[in-house]
């Protein structure tokens, strides 16, 4: 019987085809930054309502989050949307794709729901989450409860290689403002406190740090603020920095390391200093080998030899990694291109019909994996066992 609901799945995917690509092109065509995606909410909240699931906007909350679901009880099955862009290069990782996918796969769980009728159990959430462009959106819904319920949470993930057990870094950003005393450069010099003096001795002290630092550790910066003009010892120097290690045990401790450079730094200069913390910490990603190797078998069965990409180095952060600590969970990359994300060049591929064909077989991944989920007798429970080991 369930060899002809995976057929259902598939079918269900490939009949809704044009809907989902003209449904991300037209996220794709408008982009928002995090947190204003009311276009992107609207139009995916409104077909998904469409399409027989029951809707919450606004979900806990978040004016631009949702949650949609079919079914009822255990287990609940949830799919992850992306929608937001980045500031002036538009859909440059691909978040219209994310959002398609999500809801594709939606859709096909959906179905096999409705093919098994009283013979399966359980529910399927497409999940809407705004704002992983660095506002955490996903860290605002775990707080406020949206993963209470959920027993794994998938996505797929736009880029120019393959990869399940794809590593992403634990990450937390700070500001850092150092204040001084303005004096005339020239005439008075001794009267001032040069708070760009503290900023460059900061970033001098961080690049000195980088040589005990493991190799899988980043620390990067910019120095957002300096002086208004040279005959001014400036009395403001203002720096954006990110702290990222493999694990966020490592990550912590690094970030003490970090902040004891920019206090030292202004102890040495005369300065003040104020470090606050600009975003949500995100968490590395904790794939959860049971439900990956139970994807990459079903990719493997849906495309045949899959090329897998083994270098972790290419790595970035995600607001994934904390939904994976709190619930089993995946986040697989896939390939629509040689275009890197974050370029423009990548902006235009993720509206062309071989990122659409990419992202809808990897939907499908998603789909039979939650059916098998649903379906395969133990798998959960294994799941759920290699989640607390």
Known sequence: MFARVRETVNKTIDDNKNELISLSDAIWKEPELCFQEF?????????????????ERSYTGVKTAFRATFGSGRPNVCVICEYDAL??????????????????AGLGLKAALEACQDGLKGRVTVLGTPAEEGGGGKVLLIENGAFDDVDVAMMVHPAPFNAVFHPFLAMRSYQVTYTGRAAHAAAFPWEGVNALDAAVTAYNSISVLRQQMTPDCRVHGVIKEGGVKPNIIPEKAVMEYYVRASKRSERDHLVKKVIACFEAAAKATGCEVSVKETEK????????????????KNMVELMGDIQWEKDSSKSGSTDM?????????????????????????????????????????????????????????????????TFVS
Do not use: W
Not at 39 to 55: M, S
Not at 87 to 104: K, M, R, T, Y
């Open 39 to 55: 276009k992107a909410h609207q139009l995916l909240t409104d077909y998904l309502e469409k399409k027989g699931f029951i809707v």
């Open 87 to 104: 500031p002036d290069i538009g859909h440059a990782c691909g978040h219209n794709l994310i959002a398609e996918a999500g809801v594709a």
């Open 281 to 296: 910490p995100y968490d590395d990603v904790v794939t959860n080998s049971t439900l990956g190797d139970c994807y990459e």
């Open 321 to 385: 990694g904390n939904v994976s600590y709190k619930v089993p969970s995946i986040h697989v990359m896939y390939s629509i291109g040689t275009a890197a994300n974050h370029t423009r060049e990548f902006t235009a591929v993720c509206n062309t019909l071989v990122a659409h064909s990419a992202t809808l077989q990897f939907a499908k991944g998603l789909a039979l994996t939650g059916l098998d989920v649903l379906t395969v007798p133990g798998l959960l429970e294994s799941i759920h066992s």
